[in-house]
Each structure stands twice: as C-alpha cells, then as structure tokens.
C-alpha cells in the first residue's frame, strides 16, 4: 500500500524523525506533515458534521450519527468558526481597499407601485460607512 500525503495526495515525501511510536512525514509538495497512522475522520465526515450543526442538528444528536465524541464536534465547530472569522477579517481588509472616496449616482429608479404614496427607504452601504435614502 502506497503512502499519500492527507493534504495534497502527493506521494512525494520525506521521512521526519519519529514521535510516540509513529513515523511522521513531510510532503515534499505541499510542505505540509503527516503521519502513518490512518485518519479516524477524514474531512468530509467533518465537513458533514459543520453542515449539521448549520443546520440546527444538536451536538449530541450530530456525534452520534457522524461517530464522534461530542466534545470533537464542538472543537471543529471552534476551529470552523475562527477560520471564517479570519476569512472575514481578510475580505474586510481587502474591500476596505477597494472603496471608492465618491461615488455618483445618477438616474437610479425603482418602480415598486403604481402611483404609490407612501414614502420608500432604502439603505445604502459602503464598507462600515452607512447612509439612510428616502425617495
């Protein structure tokens, strides 16, 4: 049986020393490190149990079908929600870059009814600035 790197599926990689009774290595691909010892949940098991949770499934109710501790549930669901809140920072920061200083606009309608008298509000957003409209 061929050994694969867990991260890339290369099978090009090195071996890094030994740790507890397991022979651990480093893809020479992706630079990542792996071991010998088979995964218990592969990332789709994973994936399926944040999809769970999403989906107002309970913690106990989700580690029981997926074959998991409950415990192991609530740290992915931690690890998912530090990795979105950076790729939120970092989408943020990247927009904030791009925001314009002025922006024009001009012959803008919206027909919502016919000869409505009701007065329309609308909510006009730019980065963490906000602006109320009223037509």
């Known amino acids: 049986m061929q050994l694969l790197c867990t991260h890339c599926g290369s099978d090009h990689y090195k071996k890094n020393g030994t740790y507890r009774n397991s022979q651990p290595y480093q893809c ?13 949940f ?61 922006i024009e606009m001009d012959e803008i309608y919206t027909y919502v009814k016919k000869n409505g008298k009701e007065q329309l509000y609308g909510l006009l957003m730019l980065g963490e600035q906000a602006a109320l409209l009223r037509m």
């Open 42 to 102: 592969f990332y789709q098991a994973k994936a399926k149990a944040i999809d769970m949770y999403l989906n107002n499934v309970g913690i106990r109710k989700t580690a029981r079908f997926i074959g998991a501790s409950p415990t192991l549930i609530v740290n992915w669901v931690k690890d998912f929600k530090q990795q979105l809140a950076q790729q939120v920072a970092q989408q943020a920061e990247e927009m904030k870059q791009e925001i314009p200083e002025i």
């Open 28 to 40: 020479k691909s992706c630079h990542r490190f792996f071991s010998d010892n088979p995964r218990k």
